[in-house]
């Protein structure tokens, strides 16, 4: 058979090329190209593309010979990567490269914070730059694919990958998919330095039930269209090179056997034309849930579906050709599912550049540029939540503090979830970065204090009571309560440990894990000024601190300069000024809590016909956007620029903040809005647009936003359709969604999407 344009060009084999170097195709010619290439593969080869395989040293190189395999995960040794292109590019019958795809969340060598935190820093243009420096440690390490972002709108904080993604808002989440992509992927598709971004898991993943991790999903069209569906919808807008189809029941059909979803939302209402990946065995699994007949049958539903290519099981290798042959399949499906799979190759530039170069990826891991940028991120995202008294920010001539806790020496638990390739080595710990903050200026003692495990609850959290009602001996727990004794403050570093929150890391209870609440009930009963520094991947119940403690920083899971940024934010050497990006229930009982909920019945003559609880208070502990700062700011002057809108038309906003204290520091503006009637009931607010803003002490800004008349709309239950209903609106602006400053407008028209 004679060779065509794209296949490997003399003197190939000995090149060495950075992926990087790949220029961009047009779109016309690499569909051309896939053209081409398809019409020479044979069933098994094309098959091979639709199959993805766990890197395994044992395995053997038969199968890329035979063109039967088109991507491996977790394989991130570049010398490796490199031997294996080799092999598919030299020795595969049609030159085919391989997909090397990796979990590159929030970081590849460099961890920087978490999803949550990210999203807590309310500032997008960071976000698209972390993603951008953690695919260029993985392209230049041979990754070509990220299964990131995560888009998952998360309500329950007991589900455990609410760290990977961006809390409960649709519209926070949207702008945090589109900058994730951006970052991973670049202007588009083949930029050099970038990856493909696969945003996940389609959809309603992080839903379950009782907030347990691959639990059924049950969501009704308008929570799935208004809310858990519209950042994968900004997430396509955004040119997003792959979408992954989750492992869960959704309203009873398997996410990965899912038509609706995949077909009907995502391939036709959303014209998407990239390519579908599987969660790990997640179509062969359409077995386990009692979805498919057998193996044969999981792979028939998972095609039907539109997943173009199934991770881990090989149930598309070992079953698609007795489908074809039998006729239950065509070879036109085959090559429409085949077809994104080649395309992204050649978007890549993988058949022109396929091999990386080994002494740049070393390079790529030692960047200081990098490193800054993980402590600048780790410092924004960071959410003050409390600090009666002014007590932060320490002075760095305090003359001793106690350092306790048993998060307050440690490294990889810094890094988070989904942090294989990070360097726990390079960590700075949290005692090693306020250690470095002070000097020699003050004394700095440290004492764990408590052991952190996760276990039961009951088995690391026994009675501490003897039968006189005296607290029984705790050598450890005492140490570190005579250090707090002998100190001027005490920093005490308390929370969850990495594989506490992630996947398969669900929790019935949100307390701090172990005996971390009686160390710290002992800390403040010393009377010594307490600073409660809270490392986590989710909300938990702080409530006794929230009344007793004086200062409280939640930090999550910053990263590889998570202790340097901590101290920054202890010593004021940066004001804090990230925002929750979820609401922070007082206990586990309150949960699913979120602002964005509807209004219910109030009756005027009893309070007892209402939404509401009799044993505790209705509001949660901190609300969705609040934040706090070691300055203050004010809102004024909310002017809008008409009083009515048409459905054509738009409605600027304008106010002015003020820094009234007496530090520089930054403030989020958030604005919110209200449809008081309509055809279905609207929640009582809903964020439309925030920015965030450094202001000087005394200075005042005036922020703007423009609102059009599509940015209202909703999926309405009872027209089944998308529209901006006439309506009068309220809007809020302020520093979270308790805001205050209020106006009015109206819309004098509908209109359909």
Known sequence: MCCVAFLMPAGLVAQQASLSSAPPVSSVAIDKKVDELLRQMTLDEKIGQMSQLFWDKTLTDDRIKRGELGSYLFLTDPHEINRVQHVAVEQSRLHIPLLIGFDVIHGFHIIFPVGLAQAASWDPELVEEIQSAAAEEAAANGINWAFAPMVDIARDARWGRIVEGSGEDPYLGSIMAAARVRGFQGPAIGTPGHLIACAKHFAGYGSPDGGRDYDSVYLPDVLLQNVYLRPFHAAVDAGVGCIMSGYMDINDVPASGNRFLLQDVLRKEWAYKNFVVSDAWAVYNLTAHGYARDPEDAAYRGLLAGVNMDMGSDVYLNNLPKLVANGKVSDVQIDDLVRPLLKAKFELGLFDHPYIDEALAKSELASPKRLQ?????????????????????????????????????????????WSFTGAPEQVVTILDGIRNALGSKGRVTYEPGVELKRELQATVNPDTMDPDGNRKSDEELEKAVEAAKQADVVIAVLGEKDDMSGEYASRSSLALPGKQDLLLRELVATGKPVVLVLVSGRPLNITWASAHVPSILQVWFPGTQGGNAVADLLFGVTNPGGKLPITWPRNVGQIPVYYNHNLTQVHEDSPKFASYYWDTSQAPLYRFGYGLSYTTFSYSKLNLSTPKMTIKGSLNFSVDVTNTGKRSGDEVVQLYTHQQWGSASRPVRELKAFRRIPLAPGETQTVHFTLTASDLKFWSPETRAWATEPSTYDVWVGGSSAATLHGQFEIESSGNR
């Open 373 to 417: 940028l993980a402590r600048t991120a780790a410092a924004r995202s960071a959410v003050l939540l409390r600090n009666e008294g002014g007590l932060l920010p320490l002075s760095q001539n305090t003359a001793s503090i106690a350092v306790v806790g048993p998060l307050a020496n440690v490294k990889k638990e810094l890094q988070g979830s």
